[in-house]
C-alpha cells in the first residue's frame, strides 16, 4: 500500500494509480500538550511504500510515526519515498554569523540526524533531486535519487521566443543544461551568485543577452525567493520579454511568491515535490518507475 504524509497527499495518490498500490487513509491527531500522532489504521500487506516530503518539522515527525505504525501493522518491507527531503541545505555544520566550514564546535550535521532517524524504520529511502546528492551517504539504508529538472521542461509553454535558459550560479549549471535538453531548444548560462545574508544575494550579470528573448530562470530550490528575484531583476534590466522560474522544490518560505512576482516573473513553474499552486509538472511517472525498478 502506498500511506501518504500530509504534505505529499496528491503525489502519493498519482503514484498508487501509476504503480496500482492500493492507497492508504491516514489520520492525525494533536494532543492537548502538541504532540502529533500519524496513524494508518486500516493499512494491510506486506510491504509499504511511504511517501511524505520533509517540508515541516512535523512533517518530519509523521513521517517516524507512520514507518513505526506500518510495521506495528505488519509490514515486512518498507519503502520511503522522500520527494523533498527537508534539512539537506544543512549537510555541514554552519554556526549563523560563520563562514560555511568554519562553524565553531557544538553545531550538528543536521541533514545527518535526520537521515539517521529515518534510516531506522525503513529498508530503503528514494529522494528526488536532494540539495547536495552526498546527502545520501548520511542514510543507514540503501538510497536513491532521481532527478526532477527534466520534467520542468513539461511546465513551460511550447511558444518560447529565442529562450534563454540561466542559472543563478555555476553549480545549477548542470541543472539548467537538463532543463534545456528535454525542452529541445535554447541557450544557457549562468550568473555568479554571492549570497550576502540568509534571504539576501548578489548577482554578477551574465554574458548572454537577454533583450527581447523568454528567459527561464532555473534553480532546485526556491526558498526565501531571494536568489530567483534578484536573477529576475537583473533579467529583466536586460529588455527580456517573458520570465519564468522554474525550480523542483517549491519551498516559497514567507513571502517568497510576492517577491517573485514583485520583480516581475511571468510565472512560477514547480514539481509537486512539495504541493504548491505552482505545482504544474508532477514527479510520479519519475518515482513510479523507480518503484517498478526495485520491485
Ligand atoms: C542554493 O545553493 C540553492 O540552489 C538555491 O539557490 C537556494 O537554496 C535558494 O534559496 P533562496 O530562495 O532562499 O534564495
Do not use: W
Not at 544543512?90 to 550538528?108: F, K, L, N, R, W
Request: a negative charge; one cysteine or more.
Amino acid at each position: 500500500m502506498i500511506v501518504p504524509g500530509t504534505a505529499s497527499q496528491t503525489l502519493a495518490a498519482r503514484l498508487a494509480v501509476r504503480t496500482d498500490r492500493d492507497l492508504a487513509a491516514v489520520t492525525v491527531e494533536r494532543f492537548p500538550d502538541g504532540e502529533i500522532l500519524a496513524a494508518t489504521p486500516g493499512f494491510h500487506g506486506d510491504s509499504a511504500v511511504i511517501v511524505a516530503a520533509t517540508s515541516s518539522t512535523e512533517a518530519h515527525i509523521e513521517l517516524l510515526q507512520l514507518q513505526d505504525a506500518v510495521r506495528e501493522a505488519g509490514a515486512t518491507d518498507v519503502t520511503t519515498v522522500i520527494p523533498y527531503l527537508g534539512y539537506a541545505r544543512q549537510d555541514e555544520p554552519h554556526a549563523p554569523g560563520h563562514d560555511a566550514g568554519d562553524s565553531p564546535p557544538g553545531y550538528p550535521v543536521s541533514v545527518r540526524a535526520m537521515a539517521r532517524a529515518i534510516s531506522t524504520g525503513t529498508d530503503r529511502v528514494l529522494t528526488v533531486s536532494p540539495h547536495e546528492p552526498s546527502v545520501m551517504e548520511h542514510f543507514e539504508v540503501p538510497g536513491t535519487t532521481i532527478s526532477g529538472t527534466p520534467a520542468l521542461a513539461e511546465g513551460l509553454p511550447t511558444d518560447l521566443v529565442d529562450p534563454l535558459f540561466v542559472a543563478p550560479d555555476g553549480g545549477a549549471r548542470a541543472m539548467v543544461e537538463a532543463v534545456r535538453d528535454a525542452y529541445g531548444r535554447g541557450t544557457i548560462d549562468h550568473f555568479e551568485k554571492s549570497r550576502l545574508g540568509p534571504e539576501t544575494v548578489e548577482i554578477e550579470p551574465s554574458d548572454a543577452d537577454p533583450d527581447d528573448r523568454d528567459v527561464v530562470v532555473v534553480d532546485d530550490i526556491i526558498a526565501t525567493g531571494g536568489t530567483a528575484s534578484t536573477a529576475v531583476e537583473r533579467i529583466n534590466e536586460g529588455g527580456a520579454n517573458r520570465i519564468y522560474a522554474a525550480c523542483v522544490h517549491a519551498v516559497l518560505a514567507g513571502g517568497a511568491r510576492t517577491r517573485l512576482a514583485r520583480a516581475g516573473v511571468t510565472e512560477l513553474i514547480a514539481t509537486d515535490t512539495i504541493e504548491r499552486p505552482a505545482s504544474h509538472v508532477s514527479v510520479a511517472p519519475m518515482l513510479a518507475t523507480a518503484l517498478e525498478r526495485q520491485d
